[in-house]
């Protein structure tokens, strides 16, 4: 590794430890991997594992150097692999979906209907994949041989994700992750419980081969001493924090601005608005829907400023913290000039282009290309975006669409850029009855 200076970490795509958030590479394991990277400097390269159940497999071959993705430590296990330190500490809980009408009834009322204890889960089906820890958990508690736990087994490329959404959806009753997973999607899917633990404390670390003590022996006294600093802290928090919100499309009604019709930046927004010849009414419920209008916004996945430009993003285009409110704006309006100019060629009308453009803007290019090239192989319209490339886009996280062979960009959560076009298109007509409004000759 030091001779080629790189560093291949075994990764799945999730929406904890390893995601693409407008371009940008991110997620728990991710950063903490990337840090002990630059630490010896070296650079990390992901390899995407398509299936979990084969990590250990595709690591002994040497497809990578570290496999990471939430590894539970189990004896099994650790006859195949080596293990660092513990990256952290969890316990397995059941995922079920809470009952009917749970937000109108007294949590004391509607708790008395969900699981709590194991001898509840004895005749249940509960979905897990077969090599996961869940699998071996379930087994090792259910004990009534006359009726025991009915454990479904999933193949090794659904993830745990997908089965958490499955129960959020009511589509299966019951699945088993880590607390940590649970809590991070306990934000995206409110509809589910995570309240029962089926598991004493488990142990989260990373694996390497047999055969690579050196690389071992480097990560866990990295690791020894990077956990006692606030910036490993500071990276928990971040994806894991019990009061972080995780979605970002908030569905809040505009707040006229004092300053302007919509925005203390009407003229600016407008100026800019005519570079890229969108109405800047278009242009303003785009920026409320970042920002709401709010210069001091930033997100959690680190966007800042009233266009919620990614770190790299805002480097690109020499934003900085004092940055005035027009050229943040005047950046943002540059990065969208661009992506629509490479829609072009494959969008050709303007108007619908604004849906693919805004897409982009929220989840990035490459999974609306993504969205695009599934629509053509499944025969509906690449240059359409309603109950067309939308379609795609908002199925992205199944299994089926973004581990398909014409996906470059892997899973999607494409929940939030489908809602995101929506929102933004119903604010901007609200914005545009307020300036027609406006012009409306009062009574006297």
């Not at 929220?362 to 319209?381: F, I, M």
């Not at 199925?395 to 089926?400: A, V």
């Amino acid at each position: 590794m030091k001779t080629s200076q790189k560093i291949k970490v075994l990764l799945d795509y999730s929406s904890t430890n390893y995601f693409v958030y407008r371009g940008e590479p991110m997620g728990f394991e991710y950063d903490v991997l990337k840090r002990f990277a630059r630490k010896h400097s070296l650079t990390m390269e992901v390899v995407v594992v398509t299936n979990m159940d084969s990590v250990f497999d595709w690591l002994n071959k040497g497809d990578g150097d570290i496999a990471a993705g939430n590894l539970t430590v189990t004896r099994s296990r650790e006859r195949e692999v080596e293990f660092s330190e513990a990256l952290l500490y969890t316990r397995q809980v059941l995922v079920q979906r809470k009952p009917e009408n749970w937000k109108k009834r007294k949590r004391k009322d509607w708790e008395k209907e969900l699981i709590k204890e194991k001898e509840q889960l004895y005749g249940k089906e509960v979905y897990v994949r077969k090599n996961s820890s869940y699998y071996s958990q379930l087994r090792s508690i259910s004990t009534d041989k006359n009726n025991p736990i009915k454990i479904i087994e999933t193949p090794g490329n659904v993830s745990t994700e997908e089965l958490i959404e499955k129960v959020a959806l009511g589509e299966i009753s019951f699945t088993v992750t880590d607390f940590n997973i649970a809590l991070a999607n306990l934000f995206l899917f409110p509809d589910i419980d995570i309240s029962t633990f089926i598991s004493p404390p488990t142990k989260i670390a990373w694996a390497v081969r047999r055969n690579s003590p050196v690389l071992l022996d480097s990560l866990n006294a990295w690791l020894n001493e990077y956990k006692k600093g606030k910036e490993f802290k500071s990276i928990e928090k971040k994806y894991f924090g019990t009061k972080q919100k995780r979605t970002l499309n908030a569905r809040e009604d505009f707040l006229l601005e004092e300053g302007g019709l919509i925005s203390p930046f009407d003229e600016t927004i407008k100026k800019y608005a005519d570079k890229i010849q969108w109405d800047w009414k278009l242009l303003a419920s785009l920026i409320y829907q970042e920002s709401k209008f709010n210069p001091g916004a930033e997100s959690w996945a680190g966007a800042k400023g009233v266009m919620q430009l990614m770190p790299a993003t805002a480097e690109k285009y020499g934003i900085n913290e004092e940055s005035s409110i027009e050229q943040q704006i005047a950046a943002g309006v540059k990065l969208l000039t661009k992506m629509d100019q490479i829609l072009k060629e494959s969008v050709a009308d303007s108007s619908e282009r604004i849906k693919f453009v805004l897409a982009s803007y929220n989840v990035g290019l490459g999974h609306v290309q993504d969205a695009q090239r599934l629509a053509s192989k499944y025969g509906k319209r690449s240059d359409v975006w309603e109950n067309q490339v939308d379609y795609f886009l908002l199925h992205k996280s199944e299994t089926k669409y973004y581990k398909d062979y014409v996906v470059q960009y892997g899973v999607c959560r494409g929940k939030q850029p489908y809602f995101f076009v929506l929102e933004v298109l119903a604010r901007y007509e609200h914005y545009k009855n307020m300036e027609f409004a406006g012009k409306l000759k009062q009574p006297d």
